[in-house]
């Protein structure tokens, strides 16, 4: 699991037009190739009477899979372009439709590479990026005369609340950074005088909203 990686937030769509032609930007999130097809193919659907519907995802750890398809328009001037676009954001796990209804006026190759760029960046941008980053959850459990001190420090702390569970005890979740793991199982030693259970749960992502 890499320890951080940029992706989209979510789905985001957005719409420029260029020489009357109607770039339409469909972004979302695909955590594997079939959910990246699959979402082209809907696309597809919603819009089969366009002119266009060009794509391109970048999908895996290291990048492995990289597709690019021109759907028509003079090879290399839209899924490429498209492409570069998500590997200049550094996104992983992303897939970009851009859907054209031309307008009558010819681009030209240049013009089309500008305008699939364009279209795919404000497709970026509206969909919003987020940097995910590989934390450690941190279980500690005690009882509910502790609530009220422990939410406080942590809630003005740098760490990040996962949840709070009310059962017969109380139980805090907390993100953690491996490399500080220790350092916070101390610091609860110490807030609960010892009394809390203090255990390491899973690895998981924790999202930030970022700016690309």
């Not at 990040?160 to 569970?165: A, G, M, N």
Request: with cysteine; glycine share 8%.
């Amino acid at each position: 699991m890499l320890p951080h990686f940029y992706t989209v937030k979510g789905y985001g769509e957005t719409e420029i037009i260029i020489q009357k032609s109607r770039f339409i930007a469909h972004v979302a999130r695909a955590e594997n190739e079939q959910a990246a097809q699959q979402f082209i193919e809907k696309i597809k659907k919603e819009h089969w009477s366009a002119t266009h519907n060009c794509s391109a995802y970048l999908i895996g750890e290291n990048d492995q899979i990289q597709k690019a398809n021109d759907d028509g328009e003079p090879s290399g001037t839209a899924g490429v372009p498209i492409l570069e676009v998500l590997k200049k954001k550094k996104l992983k796990n992303t897939v970009a439709v851009i859907t054209r209804y031309f307008g009558g006026i010819k681009l030209g190759a240049g013009g089309l590479i500008r305008a699939y760029g364009k279209a795919a960046s404000e497709g970026i941008k509206a969909a919003g990026t987020v940097e995910r980053v590989l934390m450690k959850v941190i279980h500690t459990k005690v009882d509910y005369t502790w609530l009220g001190k422990l939410e406080n420090e942590l809630r003005s702390s740098s760490y990040t609340l996962k949840e709070i569970h009310y059962q017969d005890k109380v139980e805090i979740e907390v993100f953690v950074a491996e490399s500080e793991t220790e350092n916070f199982k101390e610091w609860m030693i110490s807030l609960t005088n010892g009394q809390g259970d203090i255990f390491e749960g899973e690895l998981l992502y924790l999202e930030k909203e970022v700016s690309l």
